[in-house]
């Protein structure tokens, strides 16, 4: 009896001094084996192809291999949940996204995860900025006060189309703003969107730049300014960011950025940060993500963080305004 | 003279040999995915994206493209052979597919689906380059009330498909619809019958539902009646290939078939399916004797696998002539452009002629590698059949339950296809047909979105289905349809020629 007990005590108190060992040591040699990104949507769109070019690029930096898993579904909650529910030992990460880690918890009641609690942000990656584009035929104007003026001249006559929250969201803002009557016209994708903007079916839209750029320069599409998160984006640097002409709030744009797992170590993260900093500063990587439509651009945790918290109060009110609740 | 100095462009560029081989490889996995069930070309173009990073572009296209049309070759196979599916264009080739197997035919539909694809794949080629902006072109004139009345059309066409009751096939509809509309409404957001699970947001895969009805409900239904409806495949392993006869029977069939495929492919959404469907329905519309299909006809066999494969090959044009993506595919495809740095719009055609010319020269070549790669393998397929079905069917089993894993690698896709493989089960002893039910639940949602989307657009006025020329003519041969279903005479002759 007594010697079982001791037994179990010091063996109790020996699996703690191993922990206090292992800890700083595990954090010191990470990584010793591959590390795996899940990627939220499939393979193809956006968030895939900007994951696997970091994949690559930091697997020299690591010194390990980097595996990349889609796991799509529920508008990426599937994905989302996996992770949350990883050990939090840096090995398994999210790529997450504004659905992952801001409109999900407004549109999902039965949510198996809480992106503010379940999740240490390791940093923001890149930015899918926005464009206000019109059909020049539906709407023949070349600059977005004539597109204010003739809006407010015919107040729920032009339609725009919405393929994802994004462009939901940064439609909704720019109404909001400049207090104009708008139709919202909902599809399942942007492309699909996009296409009957095109057609002259629907009016205007705000889609990203990667699927918008090659319409408007073949002049089925015109752009009225961008979307940014301030200043010009330097894949459309003659666009002025409407949030510096008519539009002072429009300032939310599609993003992504990589995530852990609540309780893993801080100098796990700090590791990561550190590389994944690197490889979005890195020449090589701003240019490869340019011919994507994507905008290379590195926030540190912290700053993403905040970044979050604003956009999530954001989507709250607009998502409260429209009536939507999550289900 | 354009055209062909166009296509000996593209020829030059898809003949050299580092294109040859990725055409071949991309055929060669398509066939084979095509053959398991499951397995797609979605899953299988989204797991090969990564490697074309380091490729050419033009070789990667071409690559990506053969796994897709190599697909409706393959996906045929196991309709015919064992009833199931392999891609969810192939449920209507299952239809007679699988009864001309059983009557011992099997060598025979699959050399019909084989070469009633390769006829439609030579004709959408030189479709595609004679008339590709052209189309293109008429597939932005579709707009959402026309899409609407397609779907109604569609919809009321499967009516026609089913063999029995008036009453079972329209119940099958709508319990097609009713699964279908699982999932978030995409006009307000709403998640509807999703039962608090994150895997039905995006709604019950059909391709899981496909496998369950038709596959797991053959395997249960066979297994309950012991091995007596096997005993005929044995028969006749050799005629292989068509007689004289039979390939005059399947001409006009495979024009038709291809005809039809051609114009609903370049449509967003449901084209190959769409097309199948529709081919199957005019085929039994215009045969002297409809009573012969759904037992065997090898027009419902040349028909549909024209249409998908022509469907298949057009529908790559709104990508490639205006960057517009219309399915799955072709936005992988388009991701793959990204990737290269090609940016998929209506500019491809002028800066990048190789690009496009090649690819098109090498959706004939593909053609030509998959009919030389797959007669061959008919007879090998149906030795298959040879395999004692107690063997075979735990090799279904476990395939199916892989391909639909691989969907999304998620187990949740398995139980879907559990719980269907009941309901086909069910089905099939209500005597109910499953095919009205997939219908259903692919053109349901398509038709839902695009009627709320042309009654936003109209303001609420419903008079602009009868605006539009497209739609207006759509929805009279829908009530053309329910008049000629409906008619009481009619229909006691139909049930005559039913009991006959």
New interface residues.
């Given amino acids: 009896m007594l010697m079982s007990k001791f037994s179990r005590r010091f063996r109790a108190a020996l699996v703690v001094s191993v922990i206090a060992f292992a800890g700083p040591s595990a954090a010191d040699s990470f990584p010793d084996r591959a590390v795996t990104i899940v990627v939220p949507f499939?393979?193809?769109?956006g968030t895939?192809?900007g994951t696997?070019v970091l994949a690559e690029a930091l697997e020299p930096l690591l010194g390990q291999g980097v595996i990349?898993?889609?796991?799509?579904?529920?508008?990426g909650?599937?994905a989302a949940?996996l992770v949350a529910d990883a050990d939090p030992d840096g090995y398994t990460l999210l790529m997450g996204t504004n659905s992952t880690q801001s409109a999900n918890p407004l549109?999902?009641?039965?949510?198996?995860y809480d992106p503010a609690k379940d999740f240490v942000p390791i940093g923001m990656l890149a930015t899918f900025e926005g464009i206000l584009a019109v059909n020049p035929e539906q709407l023949p104007f070349s600059t977005v006060d004539e597109l204010v003026t003739h809006i407010r001249a015919h107040p729920g006559e032009v339609?725009f189309a919405t393929g994802n929250v994004t462009s939901l969201v940064m439609a909704s803002i720019f109404a909001r703003d400049l207090g104009l009557d708008i139709?919202r016209?909902?599809?399942?994708?942007n492309?699909?969107a996009?296409?009957?903007v095109?057609?002259g079916?629907?009016d205007m839209m705000f889609p990203d730049i990667?699927s918008s750029?090659?319409?408007i320069?073949?002049g089925?599409l015109k752009a009225l300014g961008s979307v940014t998160l301030g200043e010009a984006t330097p894949l459309a640097p003659d666009l002025k960011p409407l949030s510096q002409t008519v539009s002072p709030n429009l300032k939310l744009v599609g993003w992504i950025g990589l995530f852990a797992p609540a309780g893993t170590p801080q100098e796990v993260v700090e590791k990561l940060s550190a590389a994944v900093k690197e490889v979005a500063e890195s020449q090589q990587f701003v240019e490869k993500l340019g011919?994507?439509?994507a905008n290379a651009n590195f926030l540190p945790s912290a700053e993403l963080k905040a970044y979050i918290d604003t956009e999530r109060a954001s989507f709250a009110q607009i998502f409260d305004e429209m009536g939507?609740e999550p289900? | 003279m354009d055209l062909l100095a166009n296509l000996a462009l593209g020829f030059s560029e898809a003949l050299t040999s580092t294109n040859l081989f990725y055409c071949f490889i991309g055929c060669l996995l398509g066939t084979l995915i095509g053959v398991l069930p499951g397995l797609g070309p979605?899953a299988t173009?989204?797991?090969l994206?990564?490697m074309t990073?380091t490729l050419e572009p033009s070789s990667s296209l071409i690559m990506l493209a053969g796994i897709y049309y190599g697909a409706q070759y393959g996906g045929s196979t196991t309709a015919i052979l064992v009833n199931l599916p392999g891609e969810s264009s192939s449920v209507v080739t299952a239809l007679d597919g699988y009864q001309m197997a059983r009557n011992g035919k099997a060598g025979l539909a699959l050399s019909t689906a084989a070469l009633a694809s390769f006829a439609a794949g030579s004709i959408a080629t030189l479709v595609i380059a004679a008339a590709a902006p052209l189309l293109a072109a008429f597939a932005?004139?579709f707009?959402?009330p026309d899409y609407f009345a397609l779907m109604v059309l569609g919809l009321i066409a499967s009516v026609v498909l089913a063999q029995g009751s008036v009453l079972k096939a329209l119940s099958m509809i709508i319990f097609g619809l009713i699964v279908g509309i699982v999932g978030?409404d995409?006009?307000?957001?709403?998640?509807r019958m999703?039962l608090?699970?994150?895997?039905l947001?995006?709604g019950v895969s059909i391709v899981a539902v496909a496998m369950g009805i038709f596959g797991l409900g053959e395997i249960m239904q066979n297994l309950t009646h012991g091995d007596e409806g096997r005993s005929s495949y044995r028969a006749q392993l050799n005629s292989l290939l068509p007689s004289w006869q039979d390939l005059r029977q399947m001409a006009a069939p495979i024009a038709r078939g291809t005809g039809l495929g051609t114009i609903l492919g370049i449509l967003?959404g449901g084209g190959a399916l769409l097309s199948s469907f529709t081919a199957y329905a005019m085929e039994k519309k215009l045969a002297s004797d409809p009573t012969r299909f759904g037992r065997g006809a090898i027009e419902g066999v040349a028909a549909p696998e024209a249409a998908n494969n022509a469907g298949a090959q057009t529908s790559l044009i709104?990508l490639l002539t205006?960057?517009?993506?219309?399915n799955v595919i072709a936005?992988?495809m388009?991701?793959?452009m990204?990737?290269q740095?090609i940016?998929?719009?209506?500019?491809v055609i002028i800066e990048q002629p190789t690009l496009f010319w090649g690819l098109i020269a090498s959706m004939w070549i593909g053609n030509v590698m998959l009919v030389i790669l797959n007669l061959p393998l008919i007879g090998l397929w149906v030795r298959l059949l040879t395999i004692p079905y107690k063997l075979l069917f735990p090799a279904i089993l476990a395939f199916c339950a892989i391909g639909v894993f691989s969907l999304?690698?998620?187990t949740f896709d398995i139980w879907v296809m559990v719980v269907f493989g009941a309901f086909g089960y069910l089905f099939r002893r209500l005597d109910c047909e499953p095919a009205p039910f997939l219908l259903g639940m692919v053109l349901g949602p398509m038709m839902e979105?695009n009627l709320r989307?042309a009654m936003?657009?109209s303001r609420g006025d419903p008079l602009v289905f009868l605006q539009r020329p497209i739609s207006a003519t759509l929805l009279l041969l829908a009530l053309v349809a329910v008049v000629m279903v409906s008619l009481p005479a009619i229909r006691k002759q139909r049930d005559q020629a039913l009991e006959e």
Wanted: charged content about 15%; overall charge neutral.
């Fill in positions: 499939s393979a193809g769109s895939d192809t696997r990349v898993d889609n796991r799509p579904g529920g508008n909650a599937i949940g549109l999902i009641k039965s949510l198996s339609s139709l016209v909902p599809y399942k994708s492309p699909e996009l296409t009957d095109v057609s079916q629907v990667a750029m090659s319409q320069k073949a089925r011919t994507m439509g939507m289900q | 979605p173009i989204a797991m994206l990564p990073f932005l004139e707009h959402a978030t995409v006009t307000t957001g709403v998640s999703t608090g699970r994150a895997e947001i995006d967003p709104p205006l960057g517009l993506p219309s936005a992988l388009a991701g793959a990204i990737i740095g940016q998929p719009g209506p500019n999304s690698f998620s979105e989307r936003l657009l």
